[in-house]
Structure formats: structure tokens, C-alpha cells
């Protein structure tokens, strides 16, 4: 008999597996992608949904021995009948199947009309040990057939479970718009250089470097030919000599805010870095999107705060990089507008590394689609202008044109704004804009606290200090804004509001 102390001890080390977190959630069932190269499968039935699945086994190289009397055969049956295949076959045998069908089989597959025939079906597989599937009937398979997305060598299976086969559908309509057609060709290529990488580069940075920088291409670039094998194989050579050979820097535009707004090819930047330097803006559901691994660094400049020195950000991307480190430098909005960019890029080709950008949703384009207009709406603005609101100074750029901006057939958004609101109105009616053009203030935009307001240029230095002027603010100056319904400022409460989802006319919206 165990002793007390035994017992107490297997109690503990039992109590503390209970409580140890779990690492995945549930799964309905395991998905698993079976080698059926060679292996016979018994199958019974001649019917259109038999069909099918007797060409996807084929497909995959199995052997398909198939049971049916010859007048049970469809139409569509007899032409995979007559199909060929590269390295499966299908043998049809004009008899029902019988007990000596399952003889050597891997899988057994029928489609039966009747419960009995499927109970009969089910039984006699399991009880040869053959694992088997009765089409459409959930209570007699021991394994199900998915919706695929084929790219073989690579191939997506997804299951709902059998509960929702037409949703499963439509999720591989979604996956087949994200994986291009010449993904066949490189998933080839891999298997033809994998066993270089594999031998000549250890594991870790180096072989990861490789794998990156070969999916990259693989989604960007064409199909392979000889010339992408020749680039793969010198990059396993250069990554031998110099394991910093796959130090390079990737621009992102993380949008304005909301994670959905992200381009699919920023995702993949994300999800393939090493590091990132995020700036203050960047929303935290931006960040869940990125490889769990990747180091994270808030570099973020904000007016008025302590923040990072444009120098010292260039100093860690060329750091990180020439150790051989992927790295994303993720910006709100698109880099290219206001983003201060040219000098990182000027910096990284300095240094000779490698440098690719991924342009984002600029921020003016989130503002026009939250206040349902167009910027250029052509019977009210022949142009748009992007503007600065903050100079390295603190103030509005001393060589703005204001005569130039002052145009009541143009739109005007001015970022970083907030600050400069007063002067910026005062200068626009100096210089002739009518006091009354609409304007549109918005500040968080896309985000759950995103606060909004129209009025006119006259109360614009109003309508911003109520929103706030320490957020990140976004002033949109034009007659397209006209159509947005003009709100009063009375009774508006900013704390109150934002982010409370209120939609009172008299009060900044929330989205």
C-alpha cells in the first residue's frame, strides 16, 4: 500500500496539472494531412458526391478500389472514371462491396442512401480496423473531409466540424484570394533547396533569415524560374560568409488605428520580424497582430512629451540590422506622409542595408470615410492638400503659403493640428477663406475613443479645444465637408463622450 506521503505527493502533482494553463484551446477535431501516395482505399457507391471524393483521393495518390454496380453509376462518376492521374488510380469493380473490400485498405470511404446500409457500411470497416468515412453521414465517419485550398505541395484543409459546411466554403473563398496561384512553384522550389539550407546553415537566425526572406519573395515576386533559384542559393552562400547578410529594415504603415485597416502585406512584415520600433499611436490590437517572438521597442514622438530622437531611432535600426535582425519600423498612418521616412531611408542606404516600405491608410483617408464624404467631390474641391500643423520647431511651418491654401475649391487637411487650430483659422480668413467653410475636426480616429465634430472655420479653435488638444488631432478644411450636418458645441462633454458610442447631433461622435 502507498504511504500518506505518497499519496500527498501524487495529490499535489495532480492538483498542479489541473491548475497548469492550458497552451491551446479546445480543438473539435485534430487536423491531420494523411500520405496517401500508394495506399488502396476501399470505396463504395457511383453517385456525384462519391465522385468527388474518389478524384480528391486519386488526386492525393491512393490506390481507390470502387464497388458499385455499373447501372448505380452517375454521369459525373463515369467521367473521373476516365480520368488519369499522376501517381493514383481508380479501379471500378461492377459489384456491391463486401466484407473482402476492406482487405489492406487505408481508408474506407461510401456514400449510402440508408441509415441501415451506412450503420452496415461503418461496422464492417471499423470492425477490419480501417478507418472510414460514410459521405454526409457525421454519425458513422471516423474522419471527415474538409474544404481545401490546394497549392500542393502546399495545401490549406479547413473543417467546421461538419456543422457548417457552406461557411467553410466561403472561408476558402477568403484563403484563395490571399494565396497567389504561383505559390505552387515556390512551395517546388523550397523542397528543391531545402536540403542546402538544411545542411549549410545552422538553426536559429540564420536558417529563419533564409525562410523569411524566401516567403517574402514568394508572395511578391512572380514564378520561380532558374534565376530565383540562383538568388536563393547565393543567399544561403552569403548567409554562410555573413550571418548579418539578412539584417534588413521594413517601413510599415500601421494606418490610423484600427487593426483592420492594415494591408495584408504589412501582416506578413509583422508576423516575419525580429523587431520592431512602434511609435506611440500604434493601438495595442495593431501589435497583437506580430510574431510573438519579435522584440518590441516604443520609439513614439509626441509633441510636448519625452520621446525618442529621430537619431537615435536611426542609430537602432541600422544596429539591429547589421546583426543580422529583420526589422519593422511600424508608423501610424502611411509612412510616406509626415512620417519623417526620407531621413530613415537616407540613414539605412547609407549604411548599405537593405530597406523595403509597406504603405499604410493615411489618416486624411480614415477622416473622409468617417465622415462619409469624398475629398475631392468635384463640384466642391479640384484638389486636396496634405499640410503639417507641427514643425520641428513646435509651431506651424514658417513657409506655408496661406494665400496658396486659402482655396475655396481645394480641401485641406492639416495634421498635428491641434495646437495651432487659432492660427490656423486666423491665417485662412486673412487670406481670404470665408469664415464660414466647413471644417471637420477628429481626433483618435478609427479607434474606440475616436471623437468627431463639424463646424466652421469661425469656431474651429472652439471645436478643438473641446475635443482636446492634447490628442491626436486631424483638422479637415473644405466645402466637401459640407454635407456632414453641422453640430453645436453646446452641451458637449468630451469626458463624457469618448468612447461612450453617443450619436446626439449635439454632441462628438463616437466610433
Known amino acids: 500500500m502507498p504511504s500518506a506521503f505518497s499519496n ?3 495529490d499535489t502533482a495532480a492538483a498542479g496539472a489541473r491548475t497548469r494553463p492550458q497552451r491551446m484551446g479546445e480543438l473539435a477535431t485534430l487536423p491531420v494531412f494523411f500520405d496517401l501516395k500508394g495506399k488502396r482505399v476501399a470505396m463504395a457507391g457511383g453517385s456525384d458526391g462519391a ?3 474518389a478524384e480528391l483521393l486519386a ?3 491512393a490506390r481507390v478500389d470502387l464497388y458499385c454496380e455499373a447501372e448505380h453509376l452517375t454521369d459525373e462518376m463515369r467521367t473521373v472514371l476516365a480520368l488519369s492521374f499522376a501517381d493514383g488510380e481508380i479501379r471500378h469493380h461492377d459489384r456491391p462491396w463486401a466484407l473482402d473490400c476492406f482487405e489492406g485498405a487505408a481508408l474506407a470511404v461510401a456514400d449510402c ?3 441501415a446500409e451506412a450503420q452496415s457500411f461503418y461496422c464492417a470497416a471499423k470492425g477490419a480496423g480501417v478507418p472510414v468515412n460514410v459521405i454526409d453521414k457525421p454519425a458513422f465517419c471516423q474522419f471527415r473531409f474538409g474544404t481545401i485550398v490546394n497549392r500542393s505541395p502546399v495545401v490549406v484543409g479547413i473543417s467546421t466540424d461538419g456543422a457548417a459546411p457552406i461557411l467553410g466554403q466561403a472561408i476558402r473563398r477568403r484563403i484563395e484570394t490571399l494565396l497567389p496561384a504561383t505559390l505552387t512553384g515556390w512551395a517546388k522550389l523550397a523542397a528543391k533547396v531545402r536540403a542546402e539550407v538544411m545542411d549549410r546553415l545552422q538553426p536559429g537566425p540564420a536558417r529563419r533569415a533564409f525562410w523569411e526572406r524566401f516567403s517574402d519573395e514568394a508572395f511578391t515576386r512572380k514564378a520561380p524560374d532558374d534565376v530565383a533559384e540562383a538568388d536563393a542559393r547565393r543567399f544561403v552562400r552569403d548567409l554562410v560568409n555573413r550571418p548579418q547578410a539578412g539584417g534588413r529594415v521594413t517601413l510599415v504603415g500601421a494606418g490610423p488605428g484600427e487593426a483592420e485597416l492594415l494591408t495584408l502585406k ?3 512584415a509583422l508576423q516575419a520580424a525580429d523587431v520592431i520600433l512602434f511609435d506611440d499611436l500604434v493601438s495595442d490590437d495593431i501589435l497583437e497582430l506580430a510574431r510573438r517572438e519579435a522584440k518590441r521597442m516604443l520609439v513614439g514622438k509626441r509633441a510636448s512629451r519625452d520621446s525618442c530622437r529621430q537619431e537615435d531611432i536611426n542609430r537602432m535600426m541600422v544596429q539591429f540590422a547589421r546583426a543580422g535582425k529583420h526589422v519593422v519600423r511600424l508608423k501610424s498612418g502611411d509612412v510616406s506622409v509626415f512620417g519623417r521616412s526620407g531621413e530613415e531611408i ?3 542606404k547609407r549604411e548599405g542595408i537593405p530597406v523595403a ?16 464624404v469624398s475629398l475631392t467631390h468635384r463640384d466642391r474641391a479640384q484638389q486636396v492638400r496634405f499640410v503639417t500643423g507641427h514643425s520641428q520647431k513646435g509651431g506651424l511651418p514658417d513657409d506655408l503659403d496661406w494665400q496658396a491654401l486659402a482655396d475655396d475649391h481645394a480641401t485641406t487637411i492639416f495634421y498635428m493640428g491641434g495646437r495651432m487650430a487659432p492660427r490656423i483659422a486666423q491665417e485662412l480668413i486673412a487670406h481670404g477663406l470665408p469664415a464660414e467653410t466647413p471644417v471637420a475636426v477628429a481626433a483618435s480616429i478609427s479607434r474606440p475613443e475616436e471623437a468627431r465634430l463639424v463646424g466652421t472655420l469661425a469656431t474651429l479653435a472652439e471645436i478643438v479645444g473641446r475635443i482636446g488638444i492634447e490628442r491626436p488631432i486631424l483638422i479637415g478644411v473644405g466645402r466637401v ?11 458637449f462633454e468630451p469626458e463624457r463622450d469618448r468612447g461612450a458610442g453617443e450619436t446626439s447631433r449635439l454632441q462628438a461622435k463616437a466610433s
Do not use: N
Not at 465637408?481 to 452641451?491: R, V
Open 8 to 10: 500527498s505527493a501524487d
Open 51 to 53: 465522385a468527388w471524393k
Open 59 to 61: 488526386a492525393s495518390g
Open 113 to 115: 442512401e440508408s441509415e
Open 266 to 268: 504589412a501582416v506578413r
Open 346 to 348: 537616407a540613414e539605412l
Open 357 to 372: 516600405i509597406v504603405p499604410g491608410i493615411t489618416a486624411a483617408s480614415a477622416l473622409a470615410a468617417g465622415f462619409g
Open 481 to 491: 465637408f459640407s454635407d456632414c450636418e453641422p453640430e453645436s458645441l453646446a452641451g
